[in-house]
C-alpha cells in the first residue's frame, strides 16, 4: 500500500486546513490509518488515529475540539481537517496505515505499514 499526502500550506494562526491522504490499492479499506507530525527538532507524535471502518477516532490532547479526522473507503481516502490552528502545529505531517487494533495499541506507529512522504503544514502571520 503506497499513501500519499496533500493539502499542506502556510497559514495565518486562527486559519483552516484540510490535509489528505490517499491509498493506491483497494486494501486501504482494511487498514486503521493515524496521522502523524513531526517539528523540528521535535519527536514525531500521533495526533489523530481513525479505524478501518471509520467506527473509532483518537485524538491527541491538544488538537480535541480543533481537529477531526474522517474517511470514506470508496475513495481510498482519509482527511484531516484542522481549524484555529497555532503556530505550535507547524511540523510535517504524515499519515500511516497500520493493522486492525493499530489506533487502539500503536500510538508511536512502529507497526505501521506504509507511510507517505509527508506534507509541510506552517502556521504563521
Known amino acids: 500500500l503506497r499513501l500519499v499526502e496533500s493539502g499542506g500550506d502556510l497559514v495565518p494562526p486562527g486559519g483552516s486546513l484540510r490535509l489528505s491522504c490517499v491509498g493506491n490499492?483497494?486494501?486501504?479499506?482494511?487498514?486503521?490509518i493515524g496521522w502523524f507530525r513531526q517539528a523540528p527538532g521535535e519527536e514525531r507524535e500521533r495526533i489523530v488515529c481513525i479505524s478501518n471502518t471509520g467506527d473509532k477516532r483518537f485524538y491527541l490532547g491538544s488538537v480535541k475540539g480543533r481537529f477531526a479526522v474522517s474517511r470514506e473507503n470508496t475513495e481510498n481516502s482519509v482527511w484531516l481537517h484542522m481549524a484555529k490552528l497555532r503556530p505550535e502545529d507547524t511540523a510535517v505531517y504524515y499519515c500511516a496505515a497500520g493493522p486492525r487494533y493499530f489506533c487502539d495499541n500503536d500510538p508511536n506507529g512502529q507497526g505501521s505499514e506504509s507511510w507517505g512522504q509527508g506534507t509541510q503544514v506552517t502556521v504563521s502571520s
Open positions: 490499492e483497494f486494501s486501504f479499506q482494511n487498514y486503521d
